[in-house]
């Protein structure tokens, strides 16, 4: 893999290991209470986990084509940061549509954590097909930014946690 996208995938993996090491052992109340109209803690995890499912299936499909795109550049920097800005103040957003409707309804936090190791190991596996020279490909189309790179893509899946992490910690 290639060094840059190994040190992203650590952190990220770093990142949701911390995440679930905090909630494995809550009780399954806990962990599936909710106010109205407001998400539980496995909602919001199960959130996580099909957005990245959704888009690793996407990332599948598009690295076929790899060779036939372009590179990114400035224009897509600069999309990104808007977009980890984003992440990073507290304002809601609206979870697309077919993310919502992917959304699995699982309750209990072990069958949670599995279906997202699954994920991460389908886009190890993804990762691991790039080749150095590809890694700024267009390859990942955001549904707020559009065509980004496959590290923006990963650092997304990084932003996207640390956005519903005051979510969780307030239902904590």
């Known amino acids: 893999m290639n060094s840059r996208l190994q040190s992203l995938f650590d952190s990220i993996e770093t990142q949701r290991h911390l995440l679930l090491s905090a909630l494995k052992d809550l009780p399954f109340e806990k962990l599936n209470q909710h106010l109205p109209n407001k998400w539980s803690i496995n909602q919001i995890v199960a959130h996580l986990i099909s957005a990245e499912q959704l888009s690793v299936r996407y990332i599948s499909k598009k690295i076929l084509g790899i060779h036939q795109t372009n590179d990114t550049g400035l224009y897509e920097e600069l999309k990104m940061i808007l977009l980890q ?75 996207h946690v640390i956005h519903h992490t005051p979510q969780i910690k307030r239902l904590l």
């Not at 997202?116 to 890694?135: F, G, P, T």
């Open 85 to 159: 800005i984003s992440q990073r103040i507290p304002l809601k957003y609206r979870a697309p549509k077919k993310v919502v409707e992917n959304t699995l309804n699982e309750q209990d936090i072990h069958k949670l954590i599995g279906q997202w190791d699954l994920v991460r190991n389908d886009l190890k596996n993804i990762l691991e097909k790039i080749e150095d020279h590809q890694i700024k490909r267009g390859i990942y189309r955001h549904v707020r930014v559009g065509m980004i790179n496959i590290q923006h893509a990963v650092k997304f899946f990084g932003e």
